[in-house]
């Protein structure tokens, strides 16, 4: 079994997440430069055994197979 976290926008994402959720992490908070996320966290829970990592404002980002998927937020 694996626990899930929370983190704020900004901070360092954990480090037993693939590097490539990473970047996505990181390419999505660089899209939210000007925008007020000083309530925005993310939070990562566990699909059968994949990251899946969920922003605040509905913007999901999943890992299976190697690859990363991105659901934008429609807001």
Known sequence: MQ???????GAEAPARLPQL?????????ADLEG?????????LTWLEGNPVVELDDGTVIRYSGGE?????STD
């Open 35 to 43: 925008i007020d996320t000083s309530l925005l966290r993310w939070t």
């Open 68 to 72: 990363v998927f991105i659901v934008a």
């Open 21 to 29: 959720v990473i970047d996505a992490v990181t390419s999505i908070e």
């Open 3 to 9: 626990m899930g976290t929370r983190w704020a926008v």
